[in-house]
């Protein structure tokens, strides 16, 4: 069987010393790497054999070295091109929080659908390189630190957010921080925990100290300022709209234009509160 056909090339930058960003065309998410004397790290694996083909060329402009793979979650375009990065037997350890490994065993081959575009052969499931690749070490409830050779990388989940086992990943002065920050849209509640995410926003910009460039998982990268602001938004969002579900009188999709965000993600925040106020209201 042929290669799949690559995508086109991710657009790569140096954004510290030992550490690239490449950002993939289509959903724009951003893959990072690492780089250490023995090995490098590459943080999210892309969409499909397709894209994972193409970063991986870009990956070897950089360096030859072995590979460790780490999914900061359970979507798509974050984790589809891990069998590639398997099957060419670049990378052997694949990391992500055990909440995460699970999620992409239950959720990951319904999340085919989305990729019939850009992957036609991971949507259908067919040909090389295709399978859902889960991840093979975990990180459970303690920070894990990953020596590469001159440089560590620490991964660790600060609380439930995006989704419920988002993974930060800390090297040197930057911090990758998947789709808890999102850079030039809106954030993505569909899989959220909105009140927990602001908390999470919180102790991430706690870590001032330590790290200067935030890595969102689509878009540009920021600093701790923009970290602070996606916060303070989504705080607003969260209390206007739970306010206007506490009206029981009221239509709360009257909430929508008056929330910080475009009308996709006001009813995906909208549609998530009401869920998880349903799922409290059932366990009680
Ligand atoms: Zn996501």
Do not use: C
């Not at 019939?116 to 390189?129: K, T, Y």
């Amino acid at each position: 069987m042929s290669e799949a056909t690559a995508a086109p090339a991710p657009r790569g930058e140096q954004i510290a010393p030992r550490i690239w960003v490449f950002s993939s065309p289509g959903f724009r998410v951003n893959t990072g790497l690492v780089v250490g004397d023995e090995r490098a790290l590459l943080i999210d694996t892309g969409s499909g054999p397709r894209q994972a083909a193409a970063l991986l060329a870009a990956v070897r402009e950089v360096t030859d070295l072995p590979l460790t793979v780490v999914n900061t979650h359970a979507h798509f375009d974050h984790f589809f091109g891990n069998a590639f990065f398997a099957a060419e037997g670049t990378a052997e350890d694949f990391w992500a929080t055990a909440a995460a490994a699970a999620a992409m065993g239950e959720h990951g081959e319904e999340q085919r659908t989305h990729v019939a575009d850009a992957e036609p052969e991971m949507a259908a499931d067919a040909g090389p390189h295709t399978a859902i690749r889960v991840p093979n070490r975990l990180v459970e409830d303690a920070p894990v630190d990953l020596d590469l050779g001159g440089i560590t990388a620490t991964l660790f989940h600060l609380g439930r957010g995006h989704t419920g086992h988002d993974l930060l990943i800390g090297a040197g002065e930057v911090l990758f921080t998947g789709d808890l920050v999102e850079e030039g849209a809106d954030p993505a509640f569909e899989d959220s925990f909105p009140k927990e995410w602001i908390r999470t926003l919180g102790k991430m910009v706690a870590l001032e100290d330590l790290y200067t460039v935030f890595v969102p998982g689509h878009g540009d990268p920021v600093e701790l300022d923009f970290v602070t602001t996606q916060m303070n938004k989504m705080r607003t969002a969260v209390t206007v709209t739970r306010s206007a579900m506490d009206q029981a009188s009221t239509d709360v999709t009257k909430a929508v234009p008056i929330l910080p965000y475009g009308p996709v993600q006001s009813r995906a925040l909208l549609n998530r509160l009401r869920t998880l106020a349903q799922w409290k209201w059932l366990r009680t």
